[in-house]
């Protein structure tokens, strides 16, 4: 038996919340290194994303600018990962 409507519609709204985040990390790399393609930045897999951006934002940010940008990337991988943790989890059919 599959989940009643109100979980899967949770579980909806955090598949596409993780959807949001993705694209928004991809642009804040982009803003962060022009030289890549917009469309590769944001198709990109998150922990990718996180990874140049903190890295970017090492070299080219100082002060509250790179507190906030490390910030941010760390609260996207702890939302990455809540969200993984719900949407690819093992999810038990019983029954038809």
Known sequence: ????????????????????????????????????????SRWAPGAEQCKRVHRLAAERLTGDMLSRVVAAVVAAEDARARRNEIVQQDWLLRGR
């Open 1 to 40: 038996m599959y989940p009643g409507p109100d979980l899967l519609q949770e579980i909806g709204r955090v598949t596409i919340a993780g959807s949001r985040l993705d694209v928004q990390m991809g642009m804040l790399w982009h803003h962060l290194d022009q030289s890549v393609k917009l469309e590769d």
